[in-house]
């Protein structure tokens, strides 16, 4: 028995290696942790049981069959963060270039499949070189399988992707269907394509980071939700956003002990909005403010920062935030912001989290670039995530809301279960100016006349008591008791039962 004991510890120890110390240290002086090392980071001290360490390649052409490293090039299992059971895998760079083999598929689908089955959330660590080549089709059908457990995951459990190094070709698909994407800066990138391929086809010279790096995906494109300085750093707040999520859609997002006042009033709240319309100031501000100990987990805080998105909690309870950004193109809701905030909002409601939108919004954005570009389209995908949500939802229009924006900043129209607004609101078709050029425009020559109008119409409707009077507006409320109405809104609403009719799925305008 000691013989059989000593030779599986010596199994062992050859496959916590991986692909040796001198690929081990090359991964190191690139600035990058090893696959074990980010799961020991990831995953509660002692909490990883390992799946699948012993499995090898089966190819043989192009004398892979002398090159057999157990694992494969990716370590998978599950483990517990903060006591709660996820699943993970972590691609090896140090084996293969972590690229992705028929046995290497199926160590993840394996843990894909026990995810969804147990009801656990799958967090992806990726570091890889992509399909290998040596097997052909073997590694496509791997990618296609992985990709039909992520879709038919979407919804069910929460899946994360992390990118800590190279993730290019088939490699990119199963992040994108994934819930959330995050990278670790100047270690990382994202491309279907990489530098040399885009140089043969188009003629381009592009490097790495240009092509597909943390500030193209996490500032530009809108394909990450955030990068980080490091790999520390990425899996610490991973392990920070785990902690507003239920681990599945069977489960309620977890409710934990605040120390913060639920009926605490803000009085700096009540002076935030300033007595200019035109000036800016910080939503953030008040998001900070209302959650529980400042606690906001932002998401895509690089992108669309006209809009802002991310998680907190109210008494402890976690709930979505989505808020409109006077201090980016003064809040407006463009193709971008669109985009970002529809993903957040269908997130949130697929995993029963209420949503709380702070309401400041001026229109869509005009000109020939966003038409083109389809903000009809795009502008749509926030109007129908809001339309489609039956979680709650509590609505705080804290200045303009202007024109379709209104509606769709998850109106009362909307089934908006509780919407307030302050007695800053201003809830109109459009500003006073432009309205008053419209309608008046006969008077056009006589800036006193069209003066008065304006003020007239500044009175009729820069305020939210034309709203409240016809029952869109629940209350007229004291900004500095915003966290306390919105606190007692959401135990108000613990109770809500809302379906929508029956279909095989919707057909949301992508």
Same mark, same amino acid.
């Given at each position: 028995?000691?013989?059989? /004991?000593?030779?599986?510890?010596?199994?062992?120890?050859?496959? $916590?290696? @991986?692909?040796?110390?001198?690929?081990?240290?090359?991964?190191?002086?690139?600035?990058?942790?090893?696959?074990?090392?980010?799961?020991?980071?990831?995953?509660?001290?002692?909490?990883?049981?390992?799946?699948? %360490?012993?499995?090898?390649?089966?190819?043989?052409?192009?004398?892979?069959?002398?090159?057999?490293?157990?694992?494969?090039?990716?370590?998978?299992?599950?483990?517990?963060?903060?006591?709660?059971? #996820?699943?993970?895998?972590?691609?090896?760079?140090? #084996?293969?270039?972590?690229?992705?083999?028929?046995?290497?598929?199926?160590?993840?689908?394996?843990?894909?499949?026990?995810? /969804? &089955?147990?009801?656990?959330?799958?967090?992806?660590?990726?570091?890889?070189?992509?399909?290998?080549?040596?097997?052909?089709?073997?590694?496509?059908?791997?990618?296609?399988?992985?990709?039909?457990?992520?879709?038919?995951?979407?919804?069910?459990?929460?899946?994360?992707?992390?990118?800590?190094?190279?993730?290019? @070709?088939?490699?990119?698909?199963?992040?994108?269907?994934?819930?959330?994407?995050?990278?670790?800066?100047?270690?990382?990138?994202?491309?279907?394509?990489?530098?040399?391929? +885009?140089?043969?086809?188009?003629?381009?010279?592009?490097?790495?980071?240009?092509?597909?790096?943390?500030?193209?995906?996490? %500032?530009?494109?809108?394909?990450?939700?955030?990068?980080?300085?490091?790999?520390?750093?990425? /899996?610490?707040?991973?392990?920070?956003?785990?902690?507003?999520?239920?681990?599945?859609?069977?489960?309620?997002?977890?409710?934990?002990?605040?120390?913060?006042?639920? #009926?605490?009033?803000?009085?700096?709240?009540?002076?935030?909005?300033?007595?200019?319309?035109?000036?800016?100031?910080?939503?953030?501000?008040?998001?900070?403010?209302?959650?529980?100990?400042?606690?906001?987990?932002?998401?895509?805080?690089?992108?669309?920062?006209?809009?802002?998105?991310?998680?907190?909690?109210?008494?402890?309870?976690?709930?979505?935030?989505?808020?409109?950004?006077?201090? #980016? /193109?003064?809040?407006?809701?463009?193709?971008?912001?669109?985009?970002?905030?529809?993903?957040?909002?269908?997130?949130?409601?697929?995993?029963?989290?209420?949503?709380?939108?702070?309401?400041?919004?001026?229109?869509?954005?005009?000109?020939?670039?966003?038409?083109?570009?389809?903000?009809?389209?795009?502008?749509?995908?926030?109007?129908?995530?809001?339309?489609?949500?039956?979680?709650?939802?509590?609505? +705080?229009?804290?200045?303009?809301?202007?024109?379709?924006?209104?509606?769709?900043?998850?109106?009362?129209? $909307?089934?908006?279960?509780?919407?307030?607004?302050?007695?800053?609101?201003?809830?109109?078709?459009? @500003?006073?100016?432009?309205?008053?050029?419209?309608?008046?425009?006969?008077?056009?020559?006589?800036?006193?006349?069209?003066?008065?109008?304006?003020?007239?119409? &500044?009175?009729?409707?820069?305020?939210?008591?034309?709203?409240?009077?016809? @029952?869109?507006?629940?209350?007229?409320?004291?900004?500095?008791?915003?966290?306390?109405?919105?606190?007692?809104?959401?135990?108000?609403?613990?109770?809500?039962? $809302?379906?929508?009719?029956?279909?095989?799925?919707?057909?949301?305008?992508?």
């Amino acid at each position: 028995m000691n013989e059989i /004991l000593d030779e599986l510890a010596r199994r062992r120890a050859g496959a $916590l290696q @991986g692909g040796g110390q001198r690929r081990i240290e090359a991964q190191h002086a690139k600035g990058k942790l090893t696959a074990r090392e980010r799961l020991d980071l990831l995953l509660d001290e002692g909490s990883f049981e390992e799946f699948d %360490m012993f499995v090898e390649s089966r190819a043989t052409d192009f004398g892979m069959a002398e090159q057999r490293i157990p694992g494969d090039g990716v370590v998978t299992g599950w483990g517990r963060i903060n006591g709660r059971v #996820v699943f993970v895998f972590s691609k090896d760079f140090t #084996v293969f270039g972590g690229s992705l083999s028929s046995a290497h598929a199926g160590k993840i689908l394996k843990v894909q499949r026990q995810a /969804l &089955k147990v009801g656990a959330p799958i967090i992806g660590l990726y570091d890889a070189g992509g399909a290998r080549i040596q097997e052909g089709v073997e590694s496509l059908a791997g990618y296609a399988e992985i990709f039909q457990e992520n879709t038919l995951a979407s919804g069910v459990i929460p899946q994360i992707s992390v990118i800590m190094g190279p993730c290019a @070709g088939g490699d990119v698909y199963a992040p994108a269907i994934t819930d959330f994407i995050f990278m670790v800066k100047d270690t990382s990138y994202m491309y279907v394509t990489g530098p040399d391929v +885009v140089r043969a086809v188009t003629n381009e010279t592009v490097t790495h980071a240009d092509l597909g790096g943390y500030r193209v995906h996490a %500032m530009k494109s809108g394909v990450a939700d955030g990068a980080f300085d490091n790999d520390l750093e990425a /899996l610490t707040q991973v392990r920070r956003l785990i902690d507003f999520l239920p681990v599945s859609n069977r489960d309620k997002p977890p409710v934990r002990e605040s120390f913060d006042d639920p #009926v605490r009033e803000e009085p700096s709240l009540d002076s935030l909005v300033p007595a200019d319309a035109n000036r800016p100031y910080d939503i953030k501000e008040l998001i900070l403010k209302v959650v529980d100990e400042a606690d906001f987990f932002e998401i895509s805080p690089d992108y669309a920062k006209n809009i802002v998105c991310g998680f907190g909690r109210m008494d402890g309870q976690p709930v979505g935030l989505v808020a409109n950004q006077p201090q #980016v /193109l003064a809040g407006v809701l463009d193709i971008d912001a669109s985009r970002k905030a529809a993903r957040f909002v269908r997130f949130c409601d697929a995993f029963e989290i209420p949503i709380i939108t702070f309401v400041d919004v001026p229109g869509f954005m005009p000109g020939t670039r966003q038409e083109q570009g389809a903000l009809i389209t795009h502008g749509a995908k926030l109007l129908f995530a809001y339309a489609e949500a039956t979680v709650p939802k509590i609505t +705080v229009i804290t200045r303009k809301a202007y024109g379709g924006a209104y509606d769709v900043m998850a109106s009362k129209h $909307l089934r908006g279960d509780l919407n307030y607004a302050w007695p800053t609101a201003e809830i109109a078709v459009m @500003g006073a100016k432009g309205a008053v050029e419209i309608i008046y425009r006969a008077e056009a020559g006589d800036p006193a006349a069209l003066a008065a109008r304006e003020a007239e119409y &500044k009175t009729r409707f820069a305020n939210p008591f034309v709203a409240a009077a016809r @029952g869109y507006i629940d209350d007229v409320i004291t900004p500095a008791q915003t966290r306390r109405r919105i606190v007692r809104g959401l135990q108000n609403l613990a109770g809500k039962k $809302l379906t929508n009719p029956w279909k095989k799925h919707d057909n949301i305008p992508l």
